[in-house]
């Protein structure tokens, strides 16, 4: 394991202190106060915020059980259901009233959903999923576009204790097929199509030809969305809107009663090698993590208008526009389209119309927004945002500071969040109350016991790049793979095994203040504008082309999308290379994997560089690329 992104981040000298006004109001003004307490006594601490802020059908009778590391287990005994503490206990108060749900669709039609109408909506669907034979334990894959069925569909599966399994809508068929095989889901819930600057996106027709690879599926429900043309196989499809007029959506489904423990979802993400693992997650500790989290760090209020830009096919989506914000009863944004579509200021202009307080997205938006210039966004009043949030990947300083002038008018602080799929919640992050400096996640969220060391577990010097690791568990960590323990341990418990940490797989240094400052991946993880892409599952899209012998794909710095992929493919004997032959393969990339996983540059090679063992050296290429010394070739086979 080394430390790939050897490239030194310039520490920003600023430092942003937080106004008097906002520290007294936050719910933690004092951070080191709060952090000290929970590290002194982590069950306590974790105990007392899941009884004081959620409801339980029956108490826990041991809030952390440490006993069979590294499966740890969180709430131990008690009786609940994530969604009855984001819906059902919202229709005993005026929450049910309030707007959960504020959704703007792309071509301009609007559509907001009261607790009480969501609830409603949901429970039918329950009843539903019901019917088609979902039970409890179930898998149930979720392929749909950005829109309100699809938080629709989640919590409905949650509520009858289904697991549901997302997938990204712009993944295409391969992505979806093995995800949809990996987890043998009985039933497929997508949409015809999805709307995508101005045109459509064809999920429907990705779906079927996923569907039939696969052959699990036995029902697929489908939402009419674009109302585009779309095949409809007779006994398998299902209208959504159809079965939702039937006597079987029975708006009195009852909810779950589900042990703490119990899985909530499952969500594939890209790891160093192999296929995507299936991130598990459940009811109990990922409740109170993700809204604890969010109420903290976004200082979450009763009048608050949230909008997490982010995608619900993502981990971001699942904890911070579905789960968090209804359980901490606010009003979230969801946006279908394109962010500078049909202009660069659509997103300033929901801003305004909605009157958002608090905006939470990615840098590789921010900087795409920094491109069209300050005049977009500055036709538009954003005086109603008070706190702004960033994910995904490091945020440069410069993008940091055009966000915090352009958009927060220099009063509002930027929350810089680092997290991952697996980890559930926010880990490194700021609070309201604490100063920041630009490209900083800061210091671990109360109570996340984390620190930077190098290979043996010594605490690298400040300002030194080493490895990030968690020392001690959190309410809302993954709890394995699913069907797959041993990968769950080897992966992210067994670099440091003897001291009982968690490796996150990211470098980071740390300041003289204890201030993070993540670097990037140290595996073969590819973020791409915050998309996590593994070069495994690429490369065998690429070697499933008919003329492809062997590839190799790496991630390359981009301005804008902070990284690209590079592919490198070494043909079968006899086909010719040829530019058309390149596009063909960019293409097909993109109809196995999606547009997103499309590498921006193909090269046609004779060789890869390999190990004598036989494995490709990604580092190698990587520097050969960017121009770099290569570095120690001593295992190089050839
Ligand atoms: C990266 C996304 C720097 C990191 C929530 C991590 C970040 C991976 C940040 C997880 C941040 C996420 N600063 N890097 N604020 N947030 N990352 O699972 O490399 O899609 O390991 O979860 O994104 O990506 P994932």
């Known amino acids: 394991m080394a430390l790939l992104n050897g490239s030194a981040k310039t520490m920003a000298e600023d430092v942003y202190h937080p106004a008097p006004e906002i520290v007294q109001s936050a719910y933690i003004p004092d951070y080191d ?49 994530i969604v009855h503490n984001a819906l059902d206990r919202h229709m005993k108060t005026a929450a049910r009233n309030k707007a959960a749900l504020i959704f703007e669709g792309e071509p301009g039609d609007t559509k907001i959903y009261t607790y009480q109408q969501l609830n409603y909506e949901v429970c039918k669907f329950a009843s539903v999923l019901r019917a088609l034979g979902v039970g409890k334990g179930d898998r149930v894959t979720i392929y749909m576009g950005r829109i309100p069925q699809l938080m629709m569909a989640m919590l409905a599966c949650a509520k009858i204790g289904a697991i549901h399994s997302v997938v990204y809508g712009g993944f295409s068929t391969e992505a979806l097929h093995s995800r949809i095989e990996d987890s043998a889901s009985k039933v497929l819930i997508t949409c015809d199509g999805a709307w995508l600057r101005g045109k459509t996106v064809d999920l429907k027709d990705i779906a079927d030809e996923a ?59 890209s790891g160093t090698t192999g296929k995507p693992k299936a991130i598990l997650h459940t009811h109990g500790g990922y409740m109170v993590g993700t809204a604890t989290t969010h109420k903290w760090v976004f200082d979450i209020r009763p009048e608050d208008v949230w909008w997490c830009a982010a995608d619900p096919g993502w981990i971001t989506g699942h904890s911070y526009i579905v ?10 944004i969801m946006y279908e389209g394109a962010p500078t579509f049909p202009y660069p200021d659509r997103w300033w202009q929901i801003v305004a119309k909605y009157g958002v307080t608090i905006l939470y997205t990615a840098p590789t938006a921010i900087r795409g927004f920094m491109r069209f210039g300050d005049s977009w966004p500055s036709r538009h009043d954003l005086s109603s945002l008070r706190l702004l949030g960033s994910v995904g990947e490091p945020i440069n300083p410069e993008a940091w500071k055009w966000y915090h002038r352009v958009i927060g008018k220099e009063k509002c602080p930027i929350m810089d969040t680092w997290w991952q799929t697996e980890t ?13 400096k630009p490209g900083s ?31 001690r568990p959190w309410p809302a960590m993954l709890r394995t793979l699913y069907k797959d323990p041993d990968r769950y341990v080897e992966a992210y418990w067994s670099r440091y095994q003897e001291q009982g940490w968690y490796l996150p797989g990211d470098s980071a240094k740390k300041d003289e203040d204890g201030y993070i400052w993540v670097i990037g991946r140290i595996d073969d993880v590819i973020k791409v504008s915050g998309y996590r892409l593994g070069t495994a599952e690429i490369e065998s899209a690429l070697v499933s082309h008919s003329t492809v012998a062997e590839s190799a794909v790496i991630g390359v710095p981009d301005e804008l999308k902070g990284n690209v992929v590079h592919a490198f493919c070494i043909l079968k004997q006899g086909v010719e290379p040829s530019e058309k032959l390149q596009m063909a393969l960019r293409d097909h990339v993109g109809h196995e994997m999606g547009p997103i996983a499309k590498p921006a540059v193909v090269n046609l090679v004779d060789s890869l560089p390999k190990t004598r063992s036989g494995k490709i050296m990604r580092r190698v290429l990587r520097a050969q690329t960017l121009g770099q010394e290569v570095g120690d070739l001593s295992t190089l086979a050839d």
């Open 323 to 332: 789960y968090a914000p209804l359980i901490n009863g606010a009003t979230s």
């Open 424 to 436: 559930g919640n926010f880990m490194i992050t700021p609070l309201p109350s604490v100063a920041l």
């Open 33 to 81: 106060a709060v952090h000290n307490e929970a590290l002194a006594d982590l069950p306590a601490f974790w105990g007392s915020i899941a009884a004081e802020n959620f409801e339980w059908y029956e108490q826990w009778h041991t809030v952390l059980d440490d006993s069979n590391p590294p499966f740890f287990k969180w709430y131990v005994g008690a009786k609940t259901n």
């Open 211 to 269: 569907v039939q690879r696969a052959g699990t599926i036995q029902n697929v429900v489908v939402v009419k969305r674009t109302g585009q043309e779309v095949q409809m196989v007779a006994g398998r499809d299902h209208w959504y809107h159809e079965l939702m007029a039937l006597p079987i959506a029975d708006p009195k489904a009852t909810t779950e009663v589900m042990d703490a423990e119990d899985p909530l979802f499952i969500l594939y993400t």
């Open 441 to 471: 996640a800061t210091r671990g969220f109360p109570g996340v016991d984390l620190d930077v060391v190098d290979e043996d577990g010594h605490p690298v010097a400040p300002n030194e790049e080493g490895f990030l690791v968690i020392k």
